[in-house]
């Protein structure tokens, strides 16, 4: 079973970064695609940033320029390196990762952004 480990979400200023971090556990066959959604209160799930097995990458026009994705493929690890953070960044942050023959969701983590 796939398990997905977050990391290092957390309240900042506006302006200011933070990364997040990914670990999948689990893998039994390749995985296809890597990447980080969000959802703030009251609003829908969107996708942040994805990475296909093929390397190409997808950002959500409100954090291009500002976010990063990046994958490590021997450890099954993905991450997100978010600057220049905005007030409208806050939300829960989940981590995705599809395989095949799977689709899992991290339990979450909290990037709160003050202005």
């Known amino acids: 079973q796939v398990q997905l480990v977050e990391s290092g979400g957390g309240l900042v200023q506006a302006g200011e970064s933070l990364r997040l971090s990914c670990a999948a556990s689990g893998i039994r066959f390749s995985i296809n695609f890597m990447g980080w959604y969000r959802q703030a209160p009251g609003k829908q799930r969107e996708l942040v940033a994805g990475?296909?097995?093929?390397?190409?990458?997808n950002y959500a026009d409100s954090v291009k320029g500002r976010f990063t994705i990046s994958r490590e493929k021997t450890k099954n690890t993905v991450d997100l390196q978010m600057n220049s953070l905005k007030s409208e960044d806050t939300a829960v942050y989940y981590c995705n990762v599809r395989t095949g023959f799977s689709n899992s969701w991290g339990q979450g983590t909290q990037v709160t952004v003050s202005s």
């Open positions: 990475i296909t097995s093929g390397g190409s990458i």
